[in-house]
């Protein structure tokens, strides 16, 4: 009782229980396959080899089991850390952000590698306004192979792989896009990536679309709106606006700034006879405008004006306001800006897109 019969078939699950009671030479060269295959520390390919019986196939199975075991165990914990990437297909450009639990594991080669893929497998999806942009990535297939030490083409199995290669949770935690111009003659869009690690993979990126009303099919002016959609990229970046123009804001959010600020005033000593005479109501009108100054893409400074380099035009002969190019110039703001740039071209030249995603910063999505 309890003994095998001479002719009865040793079956492949008798040998892999008996390799848990028979202890198995576990060889250097087997180590380094396995570590080869799948990356993972010298200790645990022993402990997948010895726990298989030296079978390197299983192994690699056993790996993968505890890998996705540990990655889904540590998904209480919390991904601060991580980057963004930036790609541009052919209906629309995309920003995706990607997290991870430290700066060490945002800075590896197959993390950046791996958030590029996903950005460029974005851009190929049909995103739509309103989209549940990362459930719908989540399910696409990557559009090239990262590693090889990742089987799975499926993004979020893909996912759970690379966080038991890297060996902390990595989480896809944030998705952007802006559709492109339906002609390039009626529009562009400008892309910046901040703080780049690689080329489209950075800290902070976003994305400008610029509408031209009437088209501009001439190569100079073309070039002039991607110069220009790049500089209002980096301005995004740069001052990170919540509003393209002030009919954005929200009645609610301007009564609410009105009457902080009037409160504020009143109790710093204004009294009833500033309030009669208005004096608090022209302050508080002030305080606004100075709002608007650092939320409202219009009326923020064009700090990065000179990117657009205006005056390489063949029409320019001066910047906004008459004033020469270079460091002694005032800088316009944007508003006014694109007023002159589409006086130089014969064209309206507004800003009806933007979009900006980055480590740790709000999202901003705005559209005309």
Known sequence: MGHRSACQPVTHAALHLQSRYFAVEVTADMVKELRKRTGASVGKCREALAAEGGNIDEAMTWLKKKGIASASAKGFRE???GLVAMAVGQSHGVIVELNSETDFVARAAEFQT??????????????TTGGKGVEELEKADLVERVDDRIAKTNVGEALLELSALLGERVALRRMAWLPLPPDPATGVLGSYVHNEVRPTVGSTASLVRLRLDP?????????????LALALAMQVVASRPRYITE??????????????????MAASGGGPQAEKKGVIDKMVEGK???????????????VTYEKARMDAHPKATAAPGGGKEG?????????????????????????DGVTLLGLGLPELAATL
């Open 79 to 81: 991904a601060s850390q």
């Open 114 to 127: 791996f958030l590029s893929t996903l950005a460029k497998t974005a851009a190929t999806l049909p995103l």
């Open 215 to 227: 088209p501009l099919p001439s190569p100079d002016d073309q070039q002039l709106l991607q110069r």
């Open 247 to 264: 009919q954005q804001v929200p009645p609610d959010v301007l009564e609410s700034e009105r009457q902080i600020l009037k409160a504020a």
């Open 288 to 302: 606004l405008r100075k709002l608007f100054e650092e939320e409202v893409l219009m009326h923020q400074e064009f």
């Open 327 to 351: 460091a002694a110039a005032k800088l316009p703001t944007v508003g006014p800006a694109l007023k002159a740039i589409g006086s130089l071209l014969g064209s309206l030249v507004e800003v």
